[in-house]
């Protein structure tokens, strides 16, 4: 079976599209919602995204919903189908920021059939 993993140079869930995420809605409180639009830049990107190097500026304090291991406990879909379901979301952010066979899809691919 497939196991997710988070790839280096992607970020690809740091451009917040609350209309294509709608299933995020419903795990959101009031307060994730402030802090998401203060966070979101007039590119939809959030602003601590360091989009050269692709990597996140705040890191090791970036917010609950920033960190996959917990909050992906938050989706009923997560709960019956675990590590799909992340997958599953991965490719859609990627497909809609890099593209279908972008280097970031390649990446993640051959990183979860190896794990
Ligand atoms: S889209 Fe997936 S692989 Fe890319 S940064 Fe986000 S969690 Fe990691
Ligand atoms: S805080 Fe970091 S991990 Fe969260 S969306 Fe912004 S750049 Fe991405």
């Known amino acids: 079976m497939k196991s997710w993993t988070c790839i280096e140079n992607c970020g690809a869930c740091c451009k917040f599209d609350l209309h294509e995420r709608e299933d995020i809605l419903d795990v959101l ?8 639009s203060k966070m979101t830049g007039k590119d939809g990107w959030c602003k601590y995204f360091d989009k ?7 890191y090791m304090d970036r917010p609950h919903f920033c960190r996959v291991d917990k909050f992906s406990n938050s989706f009923n879909e997560y709960k019956k189908n675990r590590d799909k379901f992340l997958i ?20 993640f691919k051959n990183k979860i059939n190896s794990k």
């Open 29 to 36: 409180d009031e307060e994730d919602l402030k802090l998401i």
């Open 52 to 58: 050269e190097n692709k990597k996140c500026k705040i």
């Open 88 to 107: 599953k979301c991965c490719k859609q952010h990627i497909e809609s920021i890099y593209g279908k066979k972008s280097d970031q899809m390649n990446t």
